[in-house]
């Protein structure tokens, strides 16, 4: 039999396999992943839909395959009780007719087998810290030797004992998570939550702190991917490179590929227009503190929070900007369904957070906290990024006030939000010191008129200014 790529949700066409985690010939046991694939915006696992055994690979990693297309061959047990593998078989013209070797599971660990099995992440953290492969006991699938066995290893300096010091951490199963896939010894982490408890702030913060700072703006997921280099890329021409370095390439497929067509098709279809306004925040911060005097600590609000809920109602005020364009008119849509831009190592992402004019700012909280959660650890669903109507993209962590977000595409416009920062104003014929945020919104003239757009964008001030006047239903 062949498994094909799947067609998960209306949207998607096409998928990239990332990586191959067994090989042709492995035994295998139902559900059990076989290789990862990524779609426009999430990376998931094609799994094994019985026992049995991987055949032929028929896309490679690295490969885009359309859905309904295969990927590999596969036997289940009893196919492959009924047709015993040989070492050597003549090349078939049918490649559904071929059988191939079958490997049984190890019983012991990679390190002592002839070929150790190691991630690509563990590899290149092995090659980082200097550990040699041979002394680090795998507990992955197989004895195969993941990132964290890496970690352990290097951490104390011996191989990795099959009881984990993080085992006896009082960490959120997220933060092990994270700390699990980017190589991070999660007993070294010092917890901030209720009893030293791990949370995933923790682990992100002492990620920062293990490698070169990477900063993780949260951003329109169009505004800059293919205009600003990575950090770590060279800038050069293809023939000359500088001091003798090759130039990096980072290959457009998967979600590189989606941000740059949606920018494309963003700035040179839709004629964007950014208006710019200065709101004081004195009332908004004082609102965020009080607020969170309320809330427990795993459960305080964000601004980002907060913003959602004050552009929610403004939406509702201003429908117009809570449309989109199709080729029979413009849509005004009747949920306001919210993206939030969030950088994440696999790219910008805007998941969506639906009818937020009905949710509680807790329940706004928590439904963007889950949405970001799934996201910077690639656990995201096809269905977290339907459907949004409006995006806000929040730069104000790393010192920025105005910027031209673009437009995410159906969508009418994007709210830019930059930071919270005192500055001189005039009050009452004097000079005063208020915090102040300026707010940019970008909107596609052909959906909304300038003067339209001034009125919600004024209103969105308003409520920044007044926060409470979102307990006036």
């Not at 963007?368 to 806000?392: K, W």
Request: charged share 20%.
């Amino acid at each position: 039999m062949q498994i094909i790529m799947p067609k998960l949700g209306l949207t998607m066409t096409e998928g990239t396999i990332t990586e191959w985690v067994r090989a042709p010939g492995d035994a295998v046991k139902a559900e059990e992943a076989l290789c990862s694939y990524e779609t426009e915006k999430v990376t998931l696992e094609l799994v094994a839909p019985a026992d049995g055994v991987l055949g032929e690979i028929l896309a490679p990693a690295g490969t885009t395959v359309p859905s309904g297309a295969p990927v590999c061959e596969f036997r289940t047990a009893a196919e492959a009780r009924r047709q015993p593998a040989k070492a050597s078989q003549a090349t078939s013209n049918s490649i559904t007719s071929q059988t191939l070797p079958v490997a049984p599971l190890p019983n012991v660990p990679a390190a002592r087998s002839g070929r150790v099995e190691i991630t690509p992440k563990a590899r290149r953290l092995a090659a980082q810290w200097d550990v040699s492969l041979d002394q680090v006991t795998g507990r992955g699938p197989n004895g195969r030797v993941q990132a964290i066995d890496v970690a352990l290893a290097h951490a104390a300096g011996q191989p990795a004992t099959a009881t984990p010091p993080a085992a006896e951490i009082d960490a959120t199963p997220l933060a092990r998570r994270i700390a699990s896939a980017d190589g991070i010894d999660i007993s070294e982490v010092q917890g901030s939550g209720p009893d030293g408890r791990v949370t995933r702030v923790d682990v992100e913060d002492a990620r920062r702190k293990a490698r070169p700072a990477r900063d993780h703006e949260v951003a329109s997921p169009l505004a800059h991917p293919t205009t600003q280099a990575p950090q770590h890329a060279v800038r050069s021409t293809p023939h000359e490179p500088p001091l003798g370095r090759a130039e990096e390439v980072i290959p457009m497929t998967g979600i590189r590929r989606v941000i740059a067509q949606r920018m494309s098709e963003s700035a040179f279809t839709a004629p964007h227009v950014t208006l710019f306004t200065e709101a004081e925040a004195t009332n908004l911060v004082s609102a965020h503190a009080q607020l969170n005097l309320e809330l427990s600590p795993e459960n305080k609000l964000s601004y980002n929070a907060l913003l959602a809920a004050l552009t929610a109602r403004a939406l509702r005020e201003h429908p117009r900007l809570n449309a989109r364009l199709a080729p029979d008119g413009i849509h005004l849509l009747p949920e306001i369904n919210l993206a939030l831009a969030v950088d994440t190592e696999r790219g910008l992402m805007t998941p969506v957070l639906r009818g937020v004019d009905r949710l509680t700012l807790p329940a706004i909280q928590a439904g963007y906290a889950a949405l970001i959660d799934r996201a910077l650890v690639s656990a995201s669903l096809p269905e977290d990024f339907a459907d949004g109507t409006f995006t806000i993209t929040n730069l104000g962590a790393w010192d920025v006030d105005g910027f031209t977000p673009i437009i995410n595409p159906p969508q009418a416009a994007i709210l830019g939000v930059g930071r919270i920062a005192e500055k001189a104003v005039a009050r009452d014929g004097g000079v005063v010191a208020r915090p102040m945020v300026t707010l940019s919104l970008s909107f596609d003239h052909r959906i909304v008129d300038g003067a339209a757009a001034a009125r919600f964008l004024q209103r969105v001030k308003q409520l920044v200014e007044r926060p409470l006047a979102l307990l006036l239903t």
